[in-house]
């Protein structure tokens, strides 16, 4: 099946300061999405991002499907930017592969 | 427009039991998925069911089973519970294939 590595699996920031997360896959997708995972379990929608560059206030991603990643960009980072992130594609076997996810942890 | 409900949200289970969560999806979603979360494995699929059918079934035992009702509600069941079953089950509904997926909060399951 398709893999998905994110990276980097850890990362601490400062308050305010800006981040970069990226997502590598296998194979060619019909579906991309980045989800945040709240402290309490739940996969809260970021982007749906296929291919092409969304923006939603401070956060914003791009997919460049053709070279098979995508990037997901925090400015001005919050304390509550902190948690987990996780990219997931869907290949042509329908179903959502997961990246193991980076974890930002924000410093006030 | 109400999200993706399930429950319970928490489950505390002895080996050899079994267990059932539902899944309530997103209204007008047809596309009802599940998946499991633990520490060593992350988050896997399980099956993927529309309009009553399984369409799509990941690398779990037998143990693991769902179904979807007429109203694009879904049950996962877990029979003969085992330790390494204790983890965070995910339950996503989308319209369909290749749209979005939406995830409900979770049932926390816990084997003792």
């Known amino acids: 099946g398709i893999q998905v590595e994110q990276s980097p699996p850890d990362l601490i920031l400062q308050e305010g300061a800006n981040s970069t997360l990226r997502c590598n896959f296998s194979?060619?997708?019909?579906?991309l999405q980045w989800f945040h995972q709240n402290p309490w379990g739940q996969l809260i929608n970021l982007f749906y991002i296929p291919s092409g560059t969304k923006q939603n206030g401070r956060l914003s991603a791009t997919t460049v499907a053709t070279e098979r990643y995508s990037l997901l960009y925090i400015s001005s980072s919050q304390t509550t930017d902190s948690g987990v992130y996780f990219c997931?594609?869907?290949?042509?076997?329908?179903?959502?592969?997961f990246g193991a996810g980076t974890t930002v942890t924000v410093r006030a | 427009k109400a999200g993706v409900t399930q429950t319970p949200r928490y489950l505390i289970k002895t080996r050899g039991q079994q267990v059932t969560l539902s899944c309530s999806p997103i209204?007008?979603?047809?596309?009802v998925s599940w998946y499991q979360q633990t520490p060593g494995q992350g988050l896997q699929f399980l099956f993927e069911y529309f309009s009553e059918t399984q369409r799509n079934k990941g690398n779990f035992p037998g143990r693991f089973s769902g179904r979807q009702f007429s109203n694009s509600r879904s049950e996962m069941n877990v029979s003969t519970l085992e330790l390494g079953d204790s983890a965070l089950y995910l339950c996503?509904?989308?319209?369909?294939?290749?749209?979005?997926?939406?995830f409900g909060q979770g049932t926390r399951l816990t084997v003792v």
């Open positions: 996503a509904s989308s319209y369909d294939r290749n749209t979005e997926a939406f």
């Open positions: 194979d060619s997708v019909n579906n």
């Open positions: 209204s007008g979603h047809r596309s």
């Open positions: 997931a594609v869907d290949s042509r076997d329908y179903k959502l592969s």
